[in-house]
């Protein structure tokens, strides 16, 4: 049988940068360190778990977890007696994400499969479909939340989250977070990538999906606190509902 990692003849053209997967690879053994360079996602992790869960009632779904990287939220939402699928294109996020799971006895299944590759298969398998802090690494966002919106079942609910485009954003989100406090790594972000609200919605809504909410996640560098709040200048969520 050919090995599909090098047998090109009909490769799909798949929808992700490879640049973008190694930066995670690169940094995988530190994912559930929280003074690590993942540690605004272990701060933001209990305020959007609990948006999620308020919104969705999280005990008993079937949810997916898209760019799930190390599965800090995948396995939260385990946690809180979700039945949780989380795939990336990472080996490496995926291998951590595993281990951690095992460690504690959470049951998560994890996944390297491409959004686009998993909607093909599991068309609207999903109540509850989460993509955060991924589609601004991806060549063809749009696309993603196509696939996002396959996966759910009618009524499904979707959970969306990424970094505002404005010079606000470009001070806070790149230049303050990565050059100023450094809390990521810098390169960790581009500019050109980044995903106004109206750009989201409005892909929400060509994939037939209603947008019901969205809230802004600010960070006050003095007290080092993220807050879910209206300000959806940097760093928002946003809440959509498969209507039919
Ligand atoms: N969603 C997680 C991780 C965010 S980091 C959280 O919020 O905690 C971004 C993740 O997206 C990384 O794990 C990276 O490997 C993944 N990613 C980037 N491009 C991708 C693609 N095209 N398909 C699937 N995952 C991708």
């Known amino acids: 049988m050919a090995d599909p990692h090098t047998d ?3 490769a799909p053209q ?3 940068d490879l640049h973008e997967i190694a930066k995670f690879e690169q940094l995988a053994d530190r994912w559930w ?3 690590s360079e ?3 996602l272990h701060d933001i992790n209990p305020l959007r778990l609990n948006y999620i869960d308020e919104r969705a ?3 008993g779904k079937r949810v997916i977890d898209i760019g799930c990287g190390g599965g800090l939220l995948s396995e939260g ?3 809180r007696s979700a039945n949780v699928t989380g795939i990336d294109l990472g080996e490496a996020p995926l291998a951590v994400a595993r281990l951690h799971a095992a460690k504690d006895n959470i049951e998560v299944e994890y996944l390297n499969i491409a959004a686009e590759e998993i909607a093909a298969e599991r068309a609207g398998q999903y109540d509850v479909v989460t993509c955060l802090e991924m589609l601004e690494h991806v060549p063809d966002p749009a696309a993603v939340v196509r ?5 759910a079942r009618p009524g499904g609910q979707l959970f969306f989250s990424t970094i505002n485009r ?3 954003a470009f001070l806070f989100a790149i230049v303050g977070a990565e050059y100023v406090l450094r809390l990521l790594p810098r390169g960790t972000h581009e500019y050109a990538k980044l995903i106004r609200p109206s750009e989201l919605a409005q892909w929400c809504r060509d994939a037939g999906l209603e947008v019901r909410d969205t809230c802004g996640l600010t960070y006050n560098p003095l007290t080092q606190v993220y807050r879910l709040n209206r300000d959806v200048s940097v760093n928002y969520m946003m809440h959509a509902v498969k209507v039919s």
Request: hydrophobic share 30%; proline share 15%; net charge positive.
């Open 14 to 16: 798949r929808n992700v």
């Open 147 to 151: 696939a996002c919106a396959e996966l």
């Open 77 to 79: 939402m385990a946690r």
């Open 38 to 40: 993942f540690r605004p």
């Open 166 to 168: 404005n010079p606000k």
């Open 57 to 59: 009632g999280l005990p």
């Open 33 to 35: 360190d929280p003074s």
């Open 8 to 10: 090109t003849r009909q």
